[in-house]
């Protein structure tokens, strides 16, 4: 049988060829069968010369090599055919096995980088929560400050002084290390939605809609450049690096 479930055109020869060899073994015994009975109905004995008898195996020998030797050399053609048909079919399997387990190593490449974007853009987003969000402690009341507002505010200011000032006082504590996470969480979700393809990755989607607005503020202070800050837009899931 084939790979595709048919019967291949050997197996019918093989198939034919077997229901034609009874009706030949049959018509080999009829041969000296109708020898004897012939004889028989004449009267004749059966000789006791090895000469004739020599001669009668010349003679049935003649008439049946021929057909057994055509038999053979036919069931050796079909077998060569067959043999040929099912190597054929192993190969394709063999390609097929091998295409699927490449497809499958792929397919776990991808899970495993995929994963590891993940890991990636849930640890940026925790140290983004940290950098954003301080609680502080002083004569024993915590305080809680959130800095978002705060570049809000500096980003929205139109003096360039004011602008200036923010950004030499928060440099070193929030900005730079804040604007390095951000970059880095860009490139996780740009690859991470590479991976998906096609397909809309709504945890990409999510951390781009958290962010996005931290990246205009960033950018208009020029803290990040166009390119991260076009990667943090929600509606852009596919951006090449």
Not at 61 to 77: H, R, T
Not at 125 to 145: A, C, P, V, Y
């Amino acid at each position: 049988m084939t790979t595709d479930n048919t019967t291949s055109q050997w197996e019918i020869y093989a198939d034919k060829l077997s229901k034609v060899i009874p009706w030949l073994a049959g018509a080999a015994l009829l041969v000296p069968t109708s020898y004897f009975i012939w004889f028989s109905y004449h009267g004749l004995h059966v000789s006791t010369t090895p000469d004739n008898w020599g001669t009668f195996g010349d003679f049935t020998g003649g008439i049946l090599n021929p057909m057994v030797a055509f038999v053979a050399l036919l069931w050796l053609m079909i077998s060569v055919g067959i043999q040929r048909t099912e190597l054929k079919d192993t190969r394709k399997e063999l390609a097929a096995a091998a295409r699927a387990q490449e497809e499958t190593a792929k397919h776990h490449t991808t899970m495993k980088y995929i994963e590891d974007c993940k890991t990636c853009a849930e640890l940026n987003d925790q140290q983004m929560d940290k950098l954003l969000i301080r609680t502080t402690t002083s004569n024993g009341t915590e305080k809680t400050k959130e800095y978002l507002s705060v570049i809000e505010k500096a980003s929205a200011t139109t003096s360039k002084i004011d602008k200036d000032a923010f950004i030499k006082d928060y440099r070193g504590t929030l900005l730079d290390p804040l604007t390095g996470t951000l970059h880095e969480l860009s490139l996780a979700l740009t690859q991470w939605q590479d991976l998906h393809g096609n397909q809309t990755c709504y945890a990409v989607k999510y951390y781009k809609n958290k962010y996005y607005s931290l990246a205009g503020h960033l950018h208009k202070l020029d803290q990040i450049d166009k390119q991260t800050f076009n990667r943090m837009q929600p509606g852009t899931y596919i951006v090449k690096l």
